[in-house]
């Protein structure tokens, strides 16, 4: 059964819609260029709404250790998500957090599906996002989706989730397509970015739970 992660989240409002809708990670955002970014204060608010079996994962752009210590510390993070951080460098997360990692992968092409191979033995869990413009100042929750097909045939080297321009319209034709165990969503809930809209949270709960 494919479970579902909403990502960005920032106000108790739409948190509870995603814990009351079933969803069974909740993601918390440390990184200033991005709308979902979180203060420490705001995500140790919203971290002791979280129940003990939702997932508290802590999303990060190659973060720095102070980054890491005082975001794992506030937002009480189960899991770190990594985007664009080299695997020298998750290597010395893992070592220093012995936190489960998932690892970002930028995908717009087969070959881009290369660059999980390396992730093999220090990612927990890989997620396939969609590849975002090199002159993009965010690696993903821009609602960019990738070719579905590109997984057809793929030998994954660590358990996995799917990200990238999904919805409640297309999470269910998503998961049919890919077989994914988790799904991971941010602006395919949002009324405008970075803001969560509770009743879309829920409207696409209902559709990974139907799927």
Known sequence: ?????????STPDTLDAAIGGGAAH?????????????????????????????????VFVDPDDALLDQAIAAGRLDTLQLHKTAPARIAAIRDRTGLPLWVAVAVKTRADLEGARPLAGLADRILYDAKTPDSAALP?????????????????????????????ANVAEAVRRTGAPIVDVSSGVESAPGVKDSGKVAAFLLAVAEA
């Open 1 to 9: 059964m494919t479970s579902a992660k909403i990502c960005g989240l």
């Open 26 to 58: 909740v993601g918390l955002v440390f990184f200033p260029p991005s709308p979902r970014h979180l203060s420490f204060d705001r995500a140790a608010a919203l971290a002791g709404r979280v129940p003990a079996h939702v997932g508290r994962v802590g």
């Open 140 to 168: 993903g929750g821009m609602g960019l989706r990738f070719d579905w097909g590109l997984l057809d045939g793929y030998r994954h080297p660590a358990p996995w989730a799917l990200s990238g321009g999904l919805d409640a």
